[in-house]
Structure formats: C-alpha cells, structure tokens
C-alpha cells in the first residue's frame, strides 16, 4: 500500500470501526465474529491477515454459562499470549473480558493448536511494555484509546496445563 494510500485506509477503518462499537450493532459484530470464527476454524487459522496474528478465544458466558467465541487479534509473549480489550474504543468493556473477569479460564486456538489458559490483567509494571508492543503490531489501537476514556485492558493469557478451577469451563 502507498503512503498516499494509508491515511485513505484508515480513514475507512476507522469510520467503519466505530459504526460497529455501537451497541446497536452488536447483533451485526456477533454475526461477523461468528463467521470469522467458522472461517477460521475452517482453514486451520489460515484465513488472516499476517500483519496482524489473530486467535479464537474460548470463554464461558457469565450469565448464561454456555461458551461463547470470539477472534482476537494477538502479541506473543515469551510462552503468553497477550490481547487488548478494546472493543474499538467502545466506553463498555467487550462480553468476552466481562466473561474472563468472572471465570478466568479459557481456551485459545491459534491456527490449528489449542490451549488451555488463565487470564489476567496485565499490572501496572509491565502494561505500558505490553500496550507499546500492541500498538506496534495493531497502530489502530492508539485510535480506539482516543474514542474512550476508560485505559484499554491489556489481557495476559497465560497456557495451563489443567484447570484449577471447578466451575464450568469453555470446553464443555
């Protein structure tokens, strides 16, 4: 893409993003997000855009206790896996941090492996690290921190072996 090109890009991307951050248009993300989801799941995580490493995240809904899935884009870090809860700048955290908030185990898939993980804020001491990676992989992140006054969670998912936790989990 040329230079001229970019800021084009952007522009509609972010026009877009924030069309589908209202919450009127969440019937219309989680349709999308299924799809991608079923796509992905169909070529073996093949069906992505390289610049950005996306996974399928497993949680179990708070509410309803049925797992719920949902692509997310993705830095590694060391063996961890780190997202941004950033819903496109939306003022309301997504569903799928509200759910690791209340049972903090998960499943990922990345491309065709999948892992058992617990999730976990990232502290005070490593966030800004972890969000400079983030926005360095993902620069429209830096966009959706304007959008909201709420600071992004930055999202650690770190591989279990097994769970430790004997509420419901995402496989199930």
């Given at each position: 893409?040329?230079?001229a090109?970019?800021p084009?890009?952007?522009?509609?991307?972010?026009?877009?993003?924030?069309?589908?951050?209202?919450?009127?248009?969440?019937?219309?993300?989680?349709?999308?997000?299924?799809?991608?989801?079923?796509?992905?799941?169909w070529?073996?995580?093949?069906?992505?855009?390289?610049?950005?490493?996306?996974?399928?995240l497993?949680?179990?809904?708070?509410?309803?206790?049925?797992?719920?899935?949902?692509?997310?884009?993705?830095?590694?870090?060391?063996?961890?896996?780190?997202?941004?809860?950033?819903?496109?700048?939306?003022d309301?955290?997504?569903?799928?941090w509200?759910n690791?908030?209340?049972?903090?185990f998960?499943?990922?898939?990345v491309?065709?492996?999948?892992?058992?993980?617990?999730?976990?804020?990232?502290?005070?001491?490593?966030?800004?690290?972890?969000?400079?990676?983030?926005?360095?992989?993902?620069?429209?992140?830096?966009?959706?921190?304007?959008?909201?006054?709420?600071?992004?969670?930055?999202?650690?998912?770190t591989?279990?072996l097994?769970?430790?936790?004997?509420?419901?989990n995402?496989?199930?």
């Amino acid at each position: 893409m040329s230079a001229a090109e970019e800021p084009r890009t952007s522009r509609l991307f972010n026009a877009a993003s924030d069309i589908l951050r209202r919450p009127s248009m969440r019937r219309v993300t989680r349709t999308l997000s299924a799809l991608h989801s079923a796509v992905y799941r169909w070529t073996g995580g093949r069906a992505q855009n390289r610049k950005y490493p996306t996974m399928l995240l497993g949680v179990v809904g708070r509410r309803t206790g049925r797992r719920r899935t949902v692509p997310v884009i993705y830095i590694k870090d060391g063996d961890r896996f780190v997202v941004a809860a950033a819903y496109s700048g939306s003022d309301t955290d997504p569903d799928w941090w509200l759910n690791l908030r209340a049972n903090p185990f998960a499943e990922v898939q990345v491309q065709k492996s999948t892992f058992h993980v617990e999730a976990a804020q990232a502290d005070a001491a490593e966030r800004p690290e972890l969000w400079r990676r983030l926005v360095q992989m993902y620069p429209y992140f830096t966009d959706y921190q304007k959008r909201t006054s709420r600071e992004i969670p930055v999202i650690v998912l770190t591989p279990v072996l097994r769970r430790r936790h004997p509420g419901r989990n995402p496989d199930g």
